[in-house]
């Protein structure tokens, strides 16, 4: 009995106080990169992650798809502008797709790649650095990638040399897909990026569209 409560009592400082345990805490958190092309989804996802207590984002980096590079820019701007984030750093990427032609889903985000919300003007601008520089220089061995458009980037940082701890993205489907029966946008908008991500040798984990619309 002596014995047990000795080691209880050891055990009892673990609590610690004050700024001892905010370190413990920062260093638990978890630090990602969106690479992303807002859109709505994309949106949306920026917003979770900001407001997420576990997760620390890192920076923002760009890419073609729901709409043209120039207005997902300009719509990452405006949404971390909207939360009071505008430090949060966005880098632009890629204008099109590796091999094939740009197609931009207007269709489902409107013209400005945002319709609907009237967002204020964004005070920030893109860094100076491209959204390939931007992944190898930030997203090191302990940050998490967590892609939610279109591959393009990503492949093209992975053939830099980017070595994530892992890749967590958004793209894919299982049952049925939202641009032909099987295809999801993000992979169909660029299959040859995606293609090189998947055969990179990094770990990913696929959040396909059947999980994240819940058609299971």
Known sequence: MGHRLERRERRRPSAE????????KAAED?????DCDPGHDDAIALLLALASPEVELL?????????TL???TENALRVLELVGRSDVPVARGAERPLVRDLHVAAHVHGESGLDGPE?????????EQDAVDFLVEHVTPDVV??????????????ERGLRPQRIV????????GNMTPAAEFNIWADPEAAQRVFHAGVPVTMIGLDVSTGRF
């Open 30 to 34: 978890v630090r990602i990169v969106v």
């Open 169 to 176: 993205l958004m793209g894919g489907a299982i049952a049925e």
């Open 59 to 67: 920076g923002v980096t760009t890419v073609h798809g729901n709409q």
């Open 145 to 158: 990638l967590v892609p939610v458009g279109p591959l393009t980037n990503v492949a093209l940082a992975l």
């Open 119 to 127: 967002l204020p003007p964004a005070a920030a601008e893109p860094v």
């Open 17 to 24: 106080p004050g700024s001892a345990g905010r370190e413990r």
């Open 70 to 72: 120039e207005k997902t």
